[in-house]
């Protein structure tokens, strides 16, 4: 039992001693995840680091409703989700998550605006001129305003990925997940993929967890996050940088 708290009305996640096992071997070998604590409040850009194998994409997975955890409990905007049907569980995933993946998997038939609307015809068939205009003006945030018509394959590898960081965000979540959203991108290009999510974190205020192995990217987010071995081993705020 865990001891009651004040509720924190800017909490958007809360994990408590979430484990995660796969049904390999024993129990205690195919444990990944061996109970984590972790809370991400609104407006709060949280890097998380640490080694290949450790979990972080497990983690992720569990965050984002993918995948059920094994024990805890996981708490999104103050509901407890572990035990939930498959049904609520797609819901609150659909409402409340975006993700951003290393490999962004926009539709290459599609033009840049529909890849961006994807999620909103997934949830209700034909957007409306509001959601239209919504999905233009992200893009326009993203730097692709002009792009709209264009096909993926027309675009950069750096644009691609602004085209699924603006796929994530037009459903409004208020948790955006980026697993290695800049692995497969050069030092530069990484570094402006970067700057859009501190941007789109101070305008949108959502809470935003982007996995990274670069320790400099990390460093400019307002928190880091490091697991090792399926355990967080530090959670520290960095101190802002001069300049
Ligand atoms: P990271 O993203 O930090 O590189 P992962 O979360 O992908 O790490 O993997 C952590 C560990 O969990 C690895 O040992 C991996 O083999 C194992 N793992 C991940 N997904 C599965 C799965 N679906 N089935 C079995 N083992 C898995
Ligand atoms: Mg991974």
């Known amino acids: 039992m865990s001891e009651p708290t004040m509720p924190d009305p800017r909490e958007v996640l809360r994990l408590e001693g979430v484990r995660k ?29 640490g080694p290949s194998g450790s979990g972080k994409s497990t983690l992720l997975n569990v965050i984002g409703l993918l995948d059920p955890p094994s024990a805890g409990e996981l708490y999104l ?12 569980r797609t819901r609150l995933r659909n409402e409340a998550i975006g ?14 605006l529909d890849n961006v609307l994807m999620p ?11 959601e239209i205009d919504l999905a233009r003006s992200l893009l326009d945030e993203v730097g ?12 950069s590898g750096g644009q ?10 037009v459903t409004r979540p208020p948790l955006l997940l980026a697993d290695e959203p800049t692995g497969n ?20 205020g959502c809470a935003v967890l982007v996995v990274t192995h670069d320790p400099r990217l990390a460093a400019n987010c307002a928190r880091t996050v490091q697991l090792v071995d399926g355990q967080i081993v530090s959670d520290a705020l960095n101190s802002p940088l001069d300049g």
């Not at 692709?144 to 675009?155: M, R, W």
């Not at 691609?160 to 965000?169: E, F, S």
């Open 21 to 49: 096992s796969f049904n390999l071997g024993t129990p205690l070998e195919s444990e990944v995840l061996h109970g984590i604590d972790l809370r991400l409040r609104a407006g709060e850009l949280t890097a998380l680091i």
């Open 77 to 88: 905007l103050g509901r407890p989700t572990r035990m939930v049907d498959d049904e609520t």
């Open 99 to 112: 993700f951003v993946f290393q490999f962004h998997h926009l539709i290459s038939a599609f033009s840049v």
């Open 120 to 130: 909103l015809m997934i949830r209700h068939g034909k957007p409306s001129a509001t």
């Open 144 to 155: 692709l305003a002009a792009y709209a018509d264009k096909k993926p394959t027309q675009i």
């Open 160 to 169: 691609q990925q602004r085209v699924a960081i603006a796929r994530a965000l």
């Open 185 to 204: 991108l050069d030092t530069r290009t990484a570094q402006s993929v970067f700057e859009l999510f501190h941007r789109i974190n101070a305008q949108f």
